[in-house]
């Protein structure tokens, strides 16, 4: 499975979009892009995933760019209960045995 | 609601203890996981189950064993417990194609 790039940590105001990104430039023609994230004692928790077109759900949007070498994961307005660690994964999409967990990027949403 | 529970939030038990730790989804998900999580060493598989009665050696199978005898319990095993089995254990359910379901985690302290 493909590697992923995040940054360390983000900081982000309450009520404005976070925009956490995610580089894959390894990536395959069948490999999707799954995004999770981890509440502080809590067991991580699936957002969205895609292949090449955007998706959005109730809980974030996800861009990924045409050459499908990175991606951004939107959310539309980040509350305090949003912090959290957001893992970005890359990986087949019946290969769930496979997911492999990076350091992920932690955000800080501030009042 | 999807749920994926696990026996016990915290548990400390002595070196040389035998410890189970079980894992039970209510999803009839095929895929069933366990992982570890470790202060910067982000979540390491452990082992995974892709059946009843089947099991997959992780990337950290050592010091560990599993049983799946029904497809909605997958069970962890620490034959012999030892202090660097210290760690929060987090065990998780998908479907063939889908996202994984995490459970709340179990966080064992071995004395």
């Known amino acids: 499975d493909a590697k992923t790039t995040q940054p360390t940590s983000m900081d982000c105001a309450e009520g404005r979009a976070a925009n956490l990104p995610c580089n894959h430039s390894?990536?395959?023609?069948?490999?999707?892009v799954y995004w999770y994230r981890q509440i502080h004692s809590q067991g991580p928790q699936y957002i969205i995933h895609?292949?090449?077109n955007n998706e959005t759900n109730e809980m974030a949007s996800l861009i990924i760019t045409e050459d499908r070498k990175s991606s951004t994961l939107i959310l539309p307005h980040a509350t305090l209960r949003d912090t959290a660690v957001y893992y970005c994964?890359?990986?087949?999409?019946?290969?769930?045995?496979?997911?492999?967990f990076g350091a992920g990027t932690r955000l800080f949403v501030k009042a | 609601d999807v749920k994926v529970t696990q026996s016990s939030r915290y548990l400390v038990k002595r070196t040389g203890e035998k410890v189970f730790l079980e894992c039970v989804q209510d999803?009839?998900?095929?895929?069933m996981f366990w992982y570890r999580q470790d202060p910067g060493l982000g979540l390491r598989l452990i082992y995974f189950?892709?059946?009843?009665?089947?099991?997959e050696k992780g990337d950290i199978p050592e010091g560990y064993s599993v049983s799946r005898e029904k497809k909605e319990r997958f069970s962890l095993i620490l034959e012999s417990a030892s202090t660097n089995q210290t760690s929060m254990y987090l065990c998780?359910?998908?479907?063939?194609?889908?996202?994984?379901?995490f459970g709340p985690g179990t966080r064992l302290t071995v004395t």
């Open positions: 998780a359910s998908s479907t063939l194609e889908g996202w994984q379901y």
């Open positions: 390894t990536i395959s023609g069948n490999e999707y």
């Open positions: 895609g292949l090449k």
């Open positions: 994964i890359v990986r087949v999409e019946s290969g769930g045995f496979k997911t492999i």
């Open positions: 999803m009839d998900h095929e895929n």
């Open positions: 189950s892709y059946d009843v009665k089947m099991k």
